[in-house]
């Protein structure tokens, strides 16, 4: 019922800029929180940035200061700015969002993830 479409990423040397999207669509009511997570090779997904719809956000202490996530509640979309990259930041991104979608005469809740975007940063 729900599908999250993401772009960006890429390869880019250290110090560069990439920003990553996401765009959330199908029989959606309302999005709680919507962000982004990074995992390498069979390594647990680990937060890097999300949002409420109300605005707050969370960073993990490795991307302070240098990722900004935004987010547009009107289109339901997500986006990631990431600034002064790191090698260390190579990763797969994934897109994850919080949804609360129609479903029959009712409403569901439920976490969905995107298929996962690549980010490549060398030395």
């Known amino acids: ?16 800029s990439l920003r990553l999207s996401c765009a959330a669509s199908g029989n959606i009511i309302s999005i709680a929180d919507m962000g982004w997570y990074r995992q390498v090779l069979d390594k647990q997904r680990e937060l890097v940035a999300t949002m409420t719809s109300g605005g707050t956000t969370k960073y993990a202490d490795s991307v302070m200061g240098r990722f900004t996530i935004s987010r547009d509640n009107a289109k339901n979309t997500v986006s990631l700015q990431m600034n002064s990259l790191k090698p260390e930041d190579t990763d797969d991104y994934y897109c994850q969002a919080d949804v609360t979608y129609s479903f029959g005469r009712g409403s569901r809740r439920r976490v969905y993830w995107g298929q996962g975007t690549q980010v490549t940063v060398s030395s």
């Open 1 to 16: 019922q729900v599908q999250l479409v993401e772009s960006g990423g890429g390869s880019v040397q250290a110090g560069g």
